[in-house]
């Protein structure tokens, strides 16, 4: 396998006597799109900040291409990073803008124009490139500021939550501008979010963090369907969490019903096992189906053609079931309706912790 591009070597990041980063080791791969998620707080922006070089680590090595970046200054790493800020100099217009980063870099004038234009026309703003950063629209600032960044041709771009001050529909259009940029330019990204559905479309694998270490690191799919531990099953949220002991005949006795795992855990466990809202079946009357268990609709949420229904399942756990629309014809949906819901054993993942 190929080199890995980043190596976080144990890596500690204390501020007094706060640990906000714990004996991290990661490695990111060269060219792929890594996105950092977790709850506020967990240390993926300082984590993000030590490999741009505006944070130091307390303890450890970070190394870029093999070599340690230990001391090495933030405009020497070749780790641009684009804020959710943009940081765009407001007495600069586009092209001077993107052209600021290539005089750091020594390019003489006419090449450093060329490459500005170049770079703006690439991101769909060309017309825009003499115009007053002030007077661009979000999306386009958003295009400039990457514009910049992407012109001194680093070998990782870092993102800091570039898209979180855009409204959803432009978040949509930028999440496509980037990932297509990413596979078209195969840098690495490493992007920093809050968001799941922007992690989740676009990274190759995401890192989970909790309390300033990593949870789980693995693809979108993995990290759904199989999540390593509560916390992340909970975190990743469309997931139905179910937790019992197994009974002389193998099955889970939870609290909204008895249920088989084929044998996945052995009589007297104590297991809790997660079930993705996909998988969850749902209908009218009683299906010939394994793992049937009963519960009262509360309500509907709509994203596009897919709807996900909450249910109060016996002993008051919510169940969520995640459906295309066009499934649930003929399925009577007033709220308090009881409906039979089921899932197959081989979609049921049983959580370590
Ligand atoms: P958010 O999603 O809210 O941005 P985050 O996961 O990016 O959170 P960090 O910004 O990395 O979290 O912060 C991790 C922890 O370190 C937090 O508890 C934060 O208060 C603390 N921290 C970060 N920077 C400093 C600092 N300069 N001085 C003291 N504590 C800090």
Request: charged content about 25%.
């Amino acid at each position: 396998m190929a080199q890995p591009l980043v190596v976080f070597d144990n890596v500690v990041k204390r501020f007094g006597g706060f640990e906000a980063v714990k004996r991290m080791n990661l490695e990111i791969r060269e060219g792929e799109f890594l996105a950092l998620m977790g709850p506020s707080g967990c240390g993926k922006t300082t984590t993000l900040r030590m490999l741009a070089g505006l944070e130091q680590p307390t303890g450890g090595d970070i190394r870029l291409a093999g070599k340690s970046l230990l001391g090495v200054r933030p405009h020497e790493r070749d780790t641009p990073m684009v804020w959710q800020s943009l940081a765009l100099f407001p007495f600069l217009n586009a092209r001077e803008n993107v052209e600021f980063g290539l005089r750091m870099r020594g390019l003489d004038k006419p090449s450093r124009r060329r490459k500005a234009l170049d770079w703006l026309e690439r991101l769909g703003i060309g017309e825009f490139a003499e115009r007053d950063v002030n007077s661009l629209s979000g999306g386009q600032r958003q295009r400039v500021a990457l514009a910049r960044a992407l012109a001194t041709e680093p070998k990782i771009l870092l993102l800091d939550e570039p898209l979180s001050a855009l409204d959803a529909h432009l978040v949509i259009r930028m999440q496509a501008v980037l990932t297509k940029l990413q596979r078209e330019l195969g840098i690495t990204f490493v992007h920093v979010t809050h968001s799941q559905s922007e992690a989740f479309a676009m990274a190759d694998r995401v890192v989970i963090m909790s309390r300033g270490e990593i949870a789980q690191i693995g693809p979108a799919r993995d990290i759904y369907r199989t999540p390593a531990s509560r916390f992340v099953a909970e975190f990743v949220g469309r997931n139905n969490i179910f937790a019992g002991t197994v009974n002389g005949a193998g099955d889970v006795e939870t609290a909204a019903g008895a249920f088989t795992l084929d044998g996945k855990a052995r009589p007297g466990d104590k297991v809790s096992f997660v079930v993705a809202a996909d998988v969850v079946s749902l209908s009218a009357i009683r299906p010939a189906a394994r793992n049937v268990f009963t519960a009262q609709l509360i309500s509907e949420e709509f994203v596009g053609s897919m709807v996900t229904l909450f249910f109060e399942a016996p002993g008051g756990a919510e169940i969520k079931v995640q459906v295309q629309e066009r499934l649930l014809e003929g399925i009577p949906r007033e709220p308090g309706q009881l409906l039979f819901l089921s899932f197959d054993p081989s979609h049921a993942h049983i959580l370590k912790g």
